[in-house]
């Protein structure tokens, strides 16, 4: 397998260990391929270690046992290649919305007026027109949610690994965002990871759905979720509902299990 934004996670293991406290195994041989292109949604019950793996991806924390490629090369750091949405947003808090968003754009070395004018393309595109002068601490937690998936979509990676992105938007705003990444996903060559509690987002947007066993989380199952995204009556077909139903087993499964063992 080769080709643009081909990710290989090979048994790879993470144990977090605080300056205080125990050492929490948080993954255990978790071994994934992500193809070139490809959406793919990790579901999984709080505290299976999705956030872990998707920061192993991006080259936030090094990879002590297994090895995580990119296009065929070990990660050791993050690069702009790799564009992450954090699950709780990392926005500069000293930086105002256009700021932020044109914060990963000035690293690229594109024409002042060319990088104004992608900022403002992405700032509308989530809906943000007329809050560009706001600072975060100015915003409602979903405007700032807003802003960061501005801010990785602006400089266009290759990759998407993408924490909850829409975790705190409201329904509508949701669905909207939900069909401009897909729209994103279709024009651009872009390879997804997506991490998700929600089973029909995962779903409707991905290709594939992984999920992951309780901590220390592994690979439980892969589906694969190929269906028309543009034919939105497809939510309530009857295979799209079974898919739902099946992958919905298989979090719930582990997520009895996530509470049993810290019960
Ligand atoms: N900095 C840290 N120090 C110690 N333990 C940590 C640290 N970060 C995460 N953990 C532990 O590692 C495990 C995996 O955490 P992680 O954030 O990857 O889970 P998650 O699947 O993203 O959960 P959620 O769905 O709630 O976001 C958890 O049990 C958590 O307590
Ligand atoms: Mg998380």
Excluded at 53 to 70: D, K, N, S
């Amino acid at each position: 397998m080769d080709g643009q934004g081909q990710i290989v996670i090979e048994g790879v293991n993470h144990t977090y260990r605080p300056a205080r406290g125990r050492a929490v195994p948080a993954l255990s041989n978790v071994t994934l391929q992500v193809r070139p292109r490809e959406f793919l949604a990790l579901l999984g019950p709080s505290g299976c270690g999705k956030s872990t793996l998707l920061y192993l991806v991006g080259g936030f924390l090094p990879t002590e046992a297994g090895r995580i490629l990119v296009e065929g090369k070990p990660v050791a750091a993050p690069g702009p290649d790799r564009g992450i949405v954090f699950q709780h947003f990392a926005l500069f808090p000293w930086k105002t919305v256009r700021g932020n968003v044109l914060y990963g754009l000035e690293r690229q070395g594109l024409p002042r007026a060319e990088r104004d004018r992608r900022a403002q393309s992405f700032i509308n595109l989530v809906g943000l027109r007329g809050f560009e002068e706001s600072y975060p601490s100015q915003l409602s937690g979903g405007m700032k949610q807003r802003t960061a998936i501005a801010r990785t979509l602006a400089f266009d990676p290759s990759i998407l690994l993408m924490d909850e992105p829409f975790g705190a938007l409201d329904a509508q705003t949701r669905s909207l965002m939900q069909t401009e990444l897909l729209s994103i996903w279709q024009r651009t060559p872009k390879t997804v990871i997506f991490v998700t509690h929600d089973v029909q987002e995962a779903v409707y947007l991905a290709e594939r759905v992984a999920v992951m066993s309780s901590r220390p989380g592994q690979i439980k199952a892969i589906v694969e979720t190929k269906f028309e995204k543009r034919d939105p009556s497809i939510l309530r077909a009857k295979e799209f509902v079974e898919k739902v139903d099946h992958i919905w087993n298989l979090v719930r499964d582990e997520a009895i299990k996530a509470q049993e063992l810290s019960a």
